[in-house]
T-cell receptor, first 105, second 118 residues
Framework: EDQVTQSPEALRLQEGESSSLNCSYT??????LFWYRQDPGKGPEFLFT???AGEEKEKERLKATLTKKESFLHITAPKPEDSATYLC??????FGAGTILRVKS | GAVVSQHPSWVICKSGTSVKIECRSL??????MFWYRQFPKQSLMLMAT?????????EQGVEKDKFLINHASLTLSTLTVTSAHPEDSSFYIC??????????????FGPGTRLTVL
């Protein structure tokens, strides 16, 4: 059974304080690992898709990396508008529980 | 590109009534649409996968007679919650996969529909 575990459950950062979110996965044949951002009361917003170990993708202050067992979402110098729940998912979108990020100015 | 809309955004209904939620892909054709349910402070749970012109595939534990799904065209899928009860109150989100992305599995999500059953 495909499983996705995200850590930490919640993360509080000061503006400008870089950090990383972790997504560990167990799947039978990875067809892609996906990162989404979800704001309260809204649908998830697509961020990245990673397909193979060693792959990296960047978008503004976010960078996603992938290994054979986990993915990291690195947030560099975050701003308050980066506050959201970050979800990772695999295959047919088996979602992790998410990491709630709060960035204080 | 890849915009998905849902209607309505909010719905409040009495117990026992049926509620229909629409999901539309606005600027692309979606051969496959997905319906998710999300309870407060929980992640998204896939309910069913619908392919245009065929019957939906439901996940284990999801009652197909209660959650009717119709994918009548490449841009529209509907979810009908029949005889809704308070425990059906949730945030329902649809997503669509583009034809071009069929090999990539990237899904684009709608804004969600908040259902409250009194």
């Amino acid at each position: 059974e495909d499983q996705v575990t995200q850590s930490p459950e919640a993360l509080r950062l000061q503006e400008g304080e870089s950090s990383s979110l972790n997504c560990s996965y167990t799947v039978s044949g990875l067809r892609g690992l996906f990162w989404y951002r979800q704001d309260p009361g809204k649908g998830p917003e697509f961020l990245f898709t990673l397909y193979s170990a060693g792959e990296e993708k960047e978008k503004e202050r976010l960078k996603a990396t992938l290994t054979k067992k986990e993915s990291f979402l690195h947030i560099t110098a975050p701003k308050p508008e980066d506050s959201a729940t970050y979800l990772c998912a695999v295959c047919r979108l088996v979602f992790g529980a998410g990491t709630i990020l709060r960035v204080k100015s | 590109g890849a915009v998905v809309s849902q209607h309505p955004s909010w719905v409040i209904c009495k117990s026992g009534t049926s509620v229909k939620i629409e999901c539309r892909s606005l600027d692309f054709q979606a051969t496959t649409m997905f319906w998710y349910r999300q309870f407060p402070k929980q992640s998204l749970m896939l309910m069913a996968t619908s392919n245009e012109g065929s019957k939906a595939t439901y996940e284990q534990g999801v009652e197909k007679d209660k959650f009717l799904i119709n994918h009548a065209s490449l841009t529209l899928s509907t979810l009908t919650v029949t005889s809704a009860h308070p425990e059906d109150s949730s945030f329902y989100i649809c997503s669509a996969r583009t034809l071009q992305d069929s090999l990539e599995d990237t899904q684009y999500f709608g804004p969600g529909t908040r259902l409250t059953v009194l």
